[in-house]
């Protein structure tokens, strides 16, 4: 696994209905400076993962993660955050 999953447990939603055990996985690139002011977070898109979000790193691309500190968050339902491929009963699916 080349990624973190931080454990958010229950997250009422918006609908009001409770997503149970939720989870969200990121990847981390770069270092944070001492300031804490060179943090960039990066979602994914629907489907996409964090691998998907690694074409626009790197000296000369867009962000470079020798300058800045790269959160990038897989969405919920990408398969590695809380989904319902892997949401416990019965929100999974």
Known sequence: MDYEVFKLGDVKLLSGV?????????????TLNADGNNVIVLPTFYTGTHKRNEGFFGPGRAIDPQKYFIISINLFGN???????????????
């Open 18 to 30: 409770i997503l149970r055990s939720a989870k969200l996985a990121y990847k981390t690139y770069g």
């Open 79 to 93: 398969g590695l955050s809380s989904s319902p491929s892997n949401a416990l009963p019965p929100q999974d699916g």
